[in-house]
T-cell receptor
Framework: QQPVQSPQAVILREGEDAVINCSSS?????VHWYRQKHGEAPVFLMI???GGEQKGHDKISASFNEKKQQSSLYLTASQLSYSGTYFC????????????WGAGTKLIIKP | EAQVTQNPRYLITVTGKKLTVTCSQN?????MSWYRQDPGLGLRQIYY???????DKGDVPEGYKVSRKEKRNFPLILESPSPNQTSLYFC???????????FGSGTRLTVV
């Protein structure tokens, strides 16, 4: 079942923070996060494995709460280059490496 | 440079005319997959392959075929394309259990 991403869209001013959530109805083994700019391919940001470890990538970080079966992506002091659509991909212990993708969160950063 | 190469980038074809979209990766990845992306529907998996000569259906396999005769190549075949297969297609690969997916640049297919 497709994970639910929220919000569907968000508009920020440059320098503001954003949080994107990804919730699953199934127990998760891992969560992937990707960013896709219009007309381009999705680009891998980070993967979070079962264990709750928070990962970071410049000013973009993420957490994984196994019990709540959800992950959150944090973008701090957003830059214009952060604009795009963010997708989470979830893997369950019985999914045989297959990712189930969320519908995406569109992030617009204004100067 | 590590990459997934898809060709062509754009393709306009007519209903029923067989076509192949090629995908090649130079990272020695075992796993390769095809997705289609339609507005509001996110990424939907068409077929995937865990290794050479091993392929499996994804969520939306109808009307598509694939083959994996070599580790690096994973072509997508539309034997008789129809207008509902008009979409943006992505090929992706990864090393099993080792990290994120690398996507190709995409193929925008229009079937008229």
């Amino acid at each position: 079942q497709q994970p639910v991403q929220s919000p569907q869209a968000v508009i920020l001013r440059e320098g503001e923070d954003a949080v994107i959530n990804c919730s699953s109805s199934k127990a998760l083994y891992s969560v992937h996060w990707y960013r896709q700019k219009h007309g381009e391919a999705p680009v891998f940001l980070m993967i979070l494995l079962k264990g709750g470890e928070q990962k970071g990538h410049d000013k973009i970080s993420a957490s994984f709460n196994e019990k709540k079966q959800q992950s959150s992506l944090y973008l701090t002091a957003s830059q214009l280059s952060y604009s795009g659509t963010y997708f989470c991909g979830t893997e369950t212990s019985d999914s045989n490496y297959q990712l189930i993708w969320g519908a995406g969160t569109k992030l617009i950063i204004k100067p | 440079e590590a990459q997934v190469t898809q060709n062509p980038r754009y393709l306009i074809t007519v209903t029923g005319k067989k076509l192949t979209v090629t995908c090649s990766q130079n990272m020695n990845h075992e796993y390769m997959s095809w997705y289609r992306q339609d507005p509001g529907l996110g990424l939907r998996q068409i077929y995937y392959s865990m290794n050479v000569e091993v392929t499996d259906k994804g969520d939306v396999p109808e009307g598509y075929k694939v083959s994996r005769k070599e580790k690096r190549n994973f072509p997508l075949i539309l034997e008789s394309p129809s207008p509902n297969q008009t979409s943006l297609y992505f090929c992706a690969s990864t090393r099993l259990g080792a990290g994120g997916y690398t996507f190709g640049s995409g193929t925008r297919l229009t079937v008229v």
